[in-house]
């Protein structure tokens, strides 16, 4: 099946995302109480709402933003673009992202590919663009299709092998199939810190790309298919 898809209609993505604030303490009371009742069966003992926001608020898009979109497209045979839209303006850099994606080089037949991208970055890029009222295209509108009706591509399913309950990260799966790691500066869980204290989107950027080329290889390995060199966009 993946040997019959279109190379070029596939576009790989990895989004970057932090805390919609820095601190615990510039929540909104308001906010903080929704906080603490959401998370509120995730904490380990001992630990407190506060101690729970620093670490997992940016992945989830109640009380998170994306900072960084980066985007892959295989040109000729064995090449890859990527493009990334990101800053601190949430909404222009989505819109951004819609545009490419409603493209005339992509019209219909596009599929996204991402690593876990239908448990976290579809589903995260989707109710971003409702909270900011931006309409969201049609192959990001999954409300009421079963997970059997998505038709784009996720690698961590892919290596699932129809194992629901076993769970791959990017860096541990790029190893295993011989692909330089994507993590040899930064990981997830600094990009907040290097956002809100370092503020150097740049290196939160050239993370994000890796992540991109990385599961766009491992998409290549799984069609048994010489890895990509990456060129400039």
Known sequence: MLKKLP??????LDIETVPM???WTDLPQDWQELWAKKI???LGENETPADFYEKRAGILAEFGKIICISCGIIHQEDKIKIKSFYGDDEKSLLQDF???IQSNYFDAQILLCAHNGKEFDFPYLARRMVIHQ???????NFQGKKPWEIPHLDTMELWKFGDYKHYTSLNLLAKVLGIPTPKDDIDGSQVAH?????????????YCEKDVLTVAQIFRKFRNENLLERIEA
């Open 7 to 12: 190379a070029q209609k596939i576009l790989f």
């Open 21 to 23: 604030v820095q601190n």
């Open 194 to 206: 290097v956002y809100y204290v370092e503020k150097d989107l740049e290196r939160i950027k050239n």
């Open 40 to 42: 509120e069966r995730q």
């Open 98 to 100: 819609i545009d490419l």
């Open 134 to 140: 931006l309409e969201i295209p049609n192959v990001l």
